[in-house]
Each structure stands twice: as structure tokens, then as C-alpha cells.
């Protein structure tokens, strides 16, 4: 065992044992990971902060359940992602619902991709409508298939794949803005 996972443990038990200044110390030792998770599933930065806070708020009422043996960035990646659906379930009603629109398939060159930043990529991610934004991550990012998404969210199979494809083209529209925006000097 590193000296790095021993601290992580110690840690872990000082913090199932209800010691606040080492469940901030380990708040702060994951806080930038957790935010680049959250990030992909909120509107902006200050929902993803609100995500985060919830997250951590779940992960210390049931660090009981830890497995030591785990991985706790995978244990912490899960709560977050649920914790990012949990919000969404609640908050849905405050998003603005866009109809379903079917767009032209266009096509983006690896060479325009490589031209884009990682935080451009992120902030076009962050500007999907919630419903498309959460399975764009749930199955491009985090892996999931479209059963286990419909089953987490509580969408049919096909809602799942009709939200995923218009996520796509919309993201697909926008990084072609972005490249001939920056192709033609105005980015």
C-alpha cells in the first residue's frame, strides 16, 4: 500500500468517525475531480458547485458503506453521477424543454476537433438542454447503454437513443460553428 492510499485510509476512517476537519480535507483533496465530473451535468459552474456540495453531503452520510477494498474515486465518481441525476429529477421542471427537432447530419473533420479547446468542448456540452446533456454523458462519457440509462432516468429505450442522436448533431452543429468561426479569424 503507497503512502498515498495509507493517507486516503486514514483518512476515510478519520472521517467515518465524524472528524470535520478531516471530511474537509478530503472535500478538498477531491474537490477538482468531482467538479469535472459535475461540470458535464450542470448548466453552468455554480450549479455544478451546488452538485458537487450535495455529493459530498451524500458521500459522509454513507461512508459507512465504503468498501475499503474499492476504489473510492470510482465510489465517488458513482454518488456524483447520481447525485447530478437526483438534481436534474428535481430541478427538470425549472429547464426549458426543447421540442424534438430532427437535424441534417453534418460532418466535423478530426483536424476542426483538434483545433477546440477542452473547456470550449465542455461549455458546448454544458449548453445541451438537460435532458440531452445527461444521456450524452451517461452514454458517451460514463459508458452506460441505453437500457441502464432508461432505468436511471425513468426514460423509454427510445427516448434515451432519440436524445442522444439530437445531442450529438447539436454538438456536431455548434463545434462547426466554433472551427469556422476560428477559420475565419472571428474566434
Not at 447525485?83 to 483536424?111: C, G, L, P, Q
Not at 456536431?172 to 475565419?184: H, Y
Request: hydrophobic share 35%; charged share 25%; aromatic share 10%.
Amino acid at each position: 500500500m503507497s503512502t498515498d492510499s495509507k493517507h486516503l485510509s486514514t483518512l476515510i476512517s478519520l472521517c467515518r468517525e465524524g472528524y470535520r476537519e478531516h471530511q474537509e480535507e478530503l472535500y478538498l483533496m477531491f474537490y477538482n475531480y468531482a467538479m469535472s465530473i459535475c461540470l458535464r451535468y450542470s448548466k453552468d459552474r455554480e450549479e455544478a458547485v451546488e452538485i458537487v456540495n450535495d455529493g459530498f453531503v451524500k458521500l459522509f452520510s454513507n461512508l459507512k458503506r465504503y468498501k475499503d477494498h474499492t476504489s473510492f474515486k470510482a465510489w465517488l465518481r458513482r454518488i456524483l453521477i447520481n447525485t447530478s441525476i437526483d438534481y436534474y429529477r428535481r430541478n427538470e421542471k425549472h429547464y426549458n424543454n426543447v421540442a424534438i427537432s430532427y437535424a441534417k447530419h453534418e460532418y466535423i473533420t478530426e483536424d476542426a476537433i483538434s483545433k477546440i479547446s477542452e473547456q470550449e468542448i465542455i461549455a458546448l456540452i454544458q449548453e445541451l438542454p438537460p435532458s440531452y446533456k445527461i444521456v450524452f454523458n451517461l452514454f458517451v462519457i460514463e459508458g452506460y447503454n441505453h437500457r441502464e440509462i432508461s432505468d436511471k432516468l425513468g426514460i423509454s429505450i427510445g427516448t434515451s437513443k432519440s436524445n442522444l442522436a439530437i445531442a450529438r448533431s447539436k454538438l456536431k452543429r455548434e463545434l462547426l460553428k466554433l472551427n469556422s468561426e476560428s477559420i475565419l479569424g472571428h474566434g
